[in-house]
């Protein structure tokens, strides 16, 4: 019933990145590559927290679901662009179309909420650090992660439901290579005004939602950082958020620019949504690895008892 709509049309056909052969191929290599150390840096990190009991703690409690949403967000689009740079003929069902449309908004949606979550993590370590094992609890953690799937399942239902609501008559191309609901606009003989308005209005309080409070702890967390007297103190206690906060500025900049931008078929498009579903989750465990102290350390603690 709800895919009625789109009886006229069975599938998109999607554009790509290029319709050379050869760049194609040296594509396909870069993102297989991108891709298998994207899943290697976040298996990698999973299974090193989970090893490690000194990284028990809600700070990588809270890391190992961010490795776990970046492993789902590359795999919803990275596999499907794979295939497609391979074959002749790009094409996606309706179907499929909306359910990658769904599940790049739930697993981007979750690792907003978490990065949100992360940040009063940090705001509760630096600014009440003899609070911080009470506030933190097991409990809350937990009841974190779970809100924060299933505010994103929330915001992703009402989205791909604004797609589903789509007539598609004869335009069947998408500019793109992966299905963004902006990108199914122009194909549509609906009126989308009021589509657009509600997925600009969801998405604006989604990542406001998201964002202000990384702000607001960010502020207190900074004004705490400065009121240390010692040099020393002052850059342990920012080293502690850094990491967090490369990640933040990566992944809401570019969440940003993609998805309340209009669109407009260039390749700077396409960039910002290869940076935004392709590069970020490879970039989050490197972020952590190579800034973290102590994810240094228990790697060397792992490497030392297995081998």
Request: net charge neutral; aromatic share 10%; glycine share 6%.
């Amino acid at each position: 019933m709800a895919l009625r709509n789109h009886s006229t049309i069975s599938e998109f056909v999607l554009t790509g990145l290029s319709d050379d052969p050869h760049v194609q191929a040296l594509l396909f290599v870069l993102f297989l590559g991108i891709y298998l150390l994207t899943l290697m840096g976040n298996l990698t990190l999973l299974l090193l927290i989970r090893a490690d009991s000194r990284l028990h703690t809600p700070m990588y409690f809270f890391l190992s679901n961010l490795s776990f949403l970046d492993l789902c967000f590359s795999s919803v689009t990275v596999p499907k662009l794979l295939k497609d740079l391979l074959s002749e003929k790009k094409t996606i069902s309706v179907e499929g179309c909306l359910a990658q449309v769904f599940f790049v908004f739930l697993t981007s949606g979750t690792e907003a909420c978490l990065l949100s979550v992360m940040a009063y993590d940090r705001y509760a370590a630096i600014c009440h650090p003899l609070l911080y094992g009470q506030v933190m609890s097991n409990q809350l953690c937990v009841r974190l992660v779970w809100g924060s799937w299933g505010l994103a399942s929330l915001n992703a239902l009402v989205i791909v439901l604004l797609g589903v609501d789509l007539d598609f008559c004869d335009g069947h191309i998408i500019h793109h290579y992966t299905c963004e609901l902006p990108a199914l606009f122009p194909l549509s003989c609906s009126d989308i005004s009021i589509t657009n308005i509600i997925l600009l209005c969801s998405s604006l309080l989604h990542g406001l939602g998201t964002f202000l409070p990384i702000f607001f702890s960010y502020a207190r967390i900074i004004a705490t950082i400065l009121s240390i007297s010692s040099t020393t103190g002052r850059s342990k206690a920012f080293s502690t958020c850094s990491s967090h906060l490369v990640a933040v500025i990566l992944f809401f900049g570019s969440g940003f620019l993609c998805y309340l931008m209009p669109p407009s078929g260039s390749s700077l498009d396409l960039l910002l949504s290869v940076q935004y579903s392709a590069v970020t989750p490879i970039l989050n465990p490197l972020i952590y690895s190579l800034k973290n102290v102590e994810v240094k350390a228990a790697v060397k603690r792992t490497l030392g008892e297995y081998l």
